[in-house]
C-alpha cells in the first residue's frame, strides 16, 4: 500500500487511543524487554477495535499497522530472532505514553541511577579542559548536554517520587485483599514479600543512596560532589548564570530525598508489621497441627485415651 499516515497523524491516533500503547508496555515491563512482538501488537489492535465503528477500526489498524509505523519513524527498529518480528519504537514516545499514565512509570534501579552518575562525571572532566568561551561550539554543546541531563535526571526522580507515593494505598489494598481471602494467605504472602521487597531493595534504597549527599563511593564522586565541583568550575571561569542554574538544580535533587526517605520508613514499618504477623500465623498453624494430632490419638477404639495428653502442648 502507497498510501500512509504522517508522523503527526499516527501519533495523534495512538493518543486517542491509548490503551493499545498502555498494555504493550505493561507486556514489555513484565517481560524485561526493549521491544514490542509484532504479534503482540497485532492481536491487541485487532482485539481493541473490534468494538469501534468501521471508519475508525480501519483508521487505527491501518495507523498501527507495521510498514505504517516504520514508514512514519515511530518504530525505529525491526529485529527477525527465534521466528518472530519484533518491533523497537521511539524512545521518546515510549516515555511520553509511561507521562500519561502513572502506573507505567518505571522505578530507577541502582544501575540507571549510576549511569546518570557516570554520564554527569564525564561531563565534570570534559568542562575541567574546556574553553569556557561562548565562541567555542564544543563549549556551548557541552552547556547544552549538561542543562538536558540534569533536567532529565530531575524528571525521571520528581516521576519516582509520584509513583513512590501511591504505594501506600497499594499497600492497604493488599493488606485488604489477604484479610477479604484468608483462604488465599497463604499465596498472598510470598507474592507480597517478592513485590514490597524487590521495590524496597532494588528501587527505594539505591535511590535513597543516590540522594544522600553524605554517600561515599569507592569509584569517585558522589550525585552532590560532582554538582558542586562543576559549581565551582563554572564560578571560576566567570559563567555565573551557568553556575547558579547548576546550584538550584542540587538544592531541587536534594529537596527530593525527604519525600523517597518517609515513603522508605513507611515501607519498612509495613514489612516489619507483616513480618511479625506471619510469624505468628505460622506458629498458630504450627501448634494447630500438632493439636490436631493430640485430638487424633483421643478417637481410637481405646477407652483409656479419652482426654487429651496436652502437658507438653500447653508447656
Known amino acids: 500500500m502507497s498510501k500512509r499516515f504522517s508522523t503527526l497523524d499516527t501519533t495523534r491516533l495512538l493518543f486517542e487511543h491509548p490503551k493499545i500503547l498502555f498494555r504493550m508496555i505493561e507486556r514489555m515491563d513484565r517481560n524485561e524487554a526493549r521491544y514490542i512482538r509484532e504479534s503482540d501488537l497485532v492481536a491487541e489492535v485487532m482485539d481493541y477495535t473490534r468494538t469501534l465503528g468501521n471508519a475508525d477500526r480501519d483508521r487505527v489498524r491501518f495507523a498501527l499497522n507495521t510498514d505504517n509505523l516504520f514508514r512514519s519513524g515511530l518504530v ?10 519484533r518491533l523497537v519504537f521511539q524512545d521518546a514516545l515510549i516515555n511520553l505514553m509511561r507521562a500519561c499514565n502513572a502506573s507505567l512509570y518505571q522505578e530507577l534501579t541502582d544501575a540507571r541511577l549510576r549511569g546518570h552518575l557516570v554520564t554527569l562525571r564525564d561531563v565534570r572532566n570534559r568542562l575541567e579542559t574546556s574553553s569556557f568561551s561562548d565562541a567555542d561550539p564544543d563549549y556551548t554543546e557541552l552547556r547544552d548536554d549538561l542543562n538536558e541531563r540534569v533536567s532529565q535526571l530531575i524528571g525521571l526522580l520528581r516521576q519516582n517520587v509520584l509513583r513512590m507515593q501511591t504505594i501506600s494505598a497499594q499497600l492497604a489494598d ?4 489477604a484479610s477479604r481471602a484468608p483462604e488465599k494467605f497463604l499465596e498472598f504472602r510470598q507474592n507480597l514479600f517478592e513485590q514490597i521487597v524487590t521495590l524496597y531493595e532494588r528501587h527505594i534504597k539505591p535511590t535513597l543512596v543516590f540522594l544522600n549527599p553524605d554517600t561515599r ?3 569517585g564522586s558522589n550525585l552532590f560532589e560532582t554538582l558542586e565541583a562543576m559549581v565551582r568550575l563554572l564560578e571560576n571561569h566567570g559563567d555565573h548564570s551557568l553556575a547558579d542554574q547548576l546550584f538550584r538544580s542540587s538544592i531541587s535533587l536534594n529537596a527530593l530525598y525527604k519525600p523517597i526517605q518517609a ?3 513507611e515501607v519498612e514499618h509495613f514489612l516489619r508489621k507483616t513480618r511479625q504477623g506471619m510469624v505468628q500465623y505460622n506458629a498458630m498453624e504450627h501448634f494447630y497441627g500438632k493439636l490436631r494430632t493430640l485430638k487424633d ?3 481410637t477404639l481405646s477407652l483409656r485415651r479419652k482426654w487429651l495428653e496436652g502437658g507438653d502442648f500447653a508447656r
Open 174 to 177: 493488599l493488606s485488604g485483599d
Open 297 to 299: 490419638d483421643t478417637e
Open 263 to 265: 515513603v522508605a520508613q
Open 76 to 85: 525505529i527498529d525491526i529485529i527477525k530472532a527465534e521466528g518472530e518480528r
Open 217 to 219: 563511593l569507592p569509584d
